[in-house]
């Protein structure tokens, strides 16, 4: 009995690996161009947002201590 779980569990994973290269060969992959650039947006999108979220931090707190007197 354990052998044919066993093999059931081998022929799974190779299944898995088959089939998971064949949806790999289908991707439309990014030329190095395509993803050094997509890179730069993100990293760029990433520092605005950092330095949007910290100044908009800043003045909240500011704004509060007034508020609040603290």
């Known amino acids: 009995m354990s052998d044919k779980r066993e093999s059931k569990k081998k022929n799974a994973i190779q299944r898995y690996i088959r089939e998971t290269g064949g949806e ?4 439309s992959w990014p030329s190095r161009q395509e993803a ?3 890179t730069l947006i993100v990293l760029a999108v990433m520092a605005f947002m950092g330095i949007f979220l910290g100044l908009t931090d800043v003045i909240v707190s500011r704004l509060l201590n007034m508020v609040l007197g603290i």
């Open 24 to 27: 790999l060969r289908k991707v």
């Open 36 to 38: 050094t650039n997509l």
